[in-house]
């Protein structure tokens, strides 16, 4: 019971930290609070070892809700197939780090061809170039996808996306090169544990943080002007000389490039890979990571980190204590954010209050006025 009051209070300290991070105007308060996160994140399996899995996966799914806000709410492109990258960067990586010491087709066979054993040296250099690969290899696959599903908009966009999801699960479970149905186990890892658990940890808490400080720059570049013009409208966009297909494959492309390394990751430390329900868990995952940016608040920079870390708290509670009743708690928020808090949790609060956020509205604005400012704040928000 203390353990798990631990574990709620990490959430609770996180998610203020990231409501300050949000309000906060003065660089050295900003940089304070960018410390203190570093430094919770550091200490999380140190104090709460028995959680480190949990922690994990909070990490992860703010990613998930970073990198799907580069094109849902910065670009305004809802893709549901994000999580596409995710499990192509989880089998790029697992073939090549059983190709580094295996023939890959004999260490998936069925019958158990080999004997498998990993040195220690094997095992780190395969998931070192494994976790390239993978990122790399998702990139390819934006560019090459991206040809394909960016002609498409609107809803077009989100079902094309979707397809792609459901498909290359479907299709990756017939491939009996890669273990088909059946799945295939990672390389075990060489430690106890213990070190394995914050090993992965680690790795996945790094890509988070990366993930963060690489958008905060590139929103504040020109290109996070062009991303979001082309969300206003592309056509105009595309008449004041914004090359959108560029700006487009560029943004699906970083998408890719942190959900293929963090795939490589989580396949790792699942230690088994299967085709529909860990590697290309569109029902979960892929639903999760929307669901996460819209709640926070999409088109924002902090917005789809609030809302990562209170959807994995609600989800964690009710996995808990709510069994059998989990799906329909997350389906209710879902509803709830839908229908009654449509900008998310940070676009409301803008719009209630938009001079916490540096933006002042003239008396008499109205309604209208309001709602414009709040617009206007959804583009560039922290």
Known sequence: MVKSLFFASYGVVLLLLSFSGAFARRRATTTTIYVAILMLGLLGPMVLGDFTFQLTVLWMMILFALTWDIMGGQMGYNSLGNIFFFGAGMYISAVVQIAVVYDVAEYTA?????????????YFTGLMLGMIAAALGAVVLAVLLGSAVFGLRGPYFAIGTLGLALAAGELVGTWEYVGGGGGISMPVYPGDPDERARVFYFLIFTASISTFLFLKWLYSTRFGLAINAIRDSENKAEAMGIHTRRYKTVAWSVAAFFLGLTGAVFGNMVGFIEPLEVAFPTITFGI??????????????WGPVIGAILFHYIKELTWAHLLGWQWVALGTIIVVNVVFFQQGILGWIQDRWPEKFGVM??????????????????????
Not at 110 to 122: P, V
Not at 361 to 382: H, N, Y
């Open 110 to 122: 069925s019958f158990g061809a080999i004997q498998i054993s990993f040195t220690e040296a094997q």
């Open 288 to 301: 999760f990571m929307v669901a996460m940016s819209l709640l926070g608040g999409k088109g924002t920079l």
């Open 361 to 382: 509205v003239e008396p008499g604005a109205g309604d209208d006025g309001g709602k414009s400012v709040g617009a206007e704040l959804g583009k560039t928000a922290p």
